[in-house]
């Protein structure tokens, strides 16, 4: 993964619904996603999760049809569907926390799921031909976080975005790699 630019954005704002994978964005959230989208544009490959919302946010900063966008399943689930159900309830039970507070609050247990969805994730990236891209990764807060948190544990600076940073709607971490392949930068963005 040399020299890229990852944004890994979480969805914008969304609607209540029981089955949290068809949660929608909301008016304010499309919004979100086309104010963020005037500022960060020019994107050469769309990722997602396949939850609505994040699909949705996706197809917005598309903007156009043209463009694919590669649905990653493990950055909505885990394959496991017993390790999922522990997943989805460790999430409801903690709202859009730090990583380092999903450890805490979950004394490491349910910690090692989120890694795998990182660990995961990371495997699904390095299949992919991104060097010298510019790559848009569109998932829940906790998904990125841990993403980021395994792809980049070498970058002291991108690690303690992941440990200790909060996303909120249409906020992103933004990643710049070097022709090593090594973090140059890693900031968050909105």
């Known amino acids: ?25 909301t008016p304010d959230g499309i919004n979100q996603v086309l104010t963020f989208r005037e500022k960060h544009e020019d994107f050469d490959i769309f990722i997602s999760s396949p939850a609505m919302r994040a699909v949705q946010t996706a197809q917005i900063m598309v ?14 689930r885990l394959p496991d569907p017993e390790e999922n159900n522990i ?8 709202k859009n926390l730090s990583l380092k507070d999903y450890y805490r609050l979950e004394k490491g247990g ?9 660990i995961e994730g990371e495997k699904e990236l390095k299949r992919r031909d991104i060097n010298r ?4 990764i569109v998932a829940q807060s906790v998904t990125i976080q841990s993403l ?7 970058s002291e600076q991108a690690k303690n975005i992941a440990l200790d940073g909060i ?24």
């Open 87 to 94: 997943l989805m309830d460790m999430l409801r039970r903690n």
């Open 148 to 154: 980021v948190h395994a792809m980049f544990s070498n």
């Open 110 to 118: 349910d910690f090692d799921f989120l890694m795998k969805i990182g």
């Open 63 to 76: 903007g156009f049809p043209n463009k694919e966008i590669i649905q990653l399943e493990i950055l909505y």
């Open 1 to 25: 993964m040399k020299n890229c630019t990852f944004v890994f954005l979480r969805h914008g704002e969304t609607t209540q619904n029981d089955n949290d994978f068809f949660r929608e964005l």
């Open 133 to 136: 891209r510019k790559v848009l």
């Open 167 to 190: 996303l909120w709607e249409c906020q992103a971490i933004k990643i710049v790699t070097d022709d090593e392949g090594k973090v140059s930068s890693a900031y968050i963005i909105s």
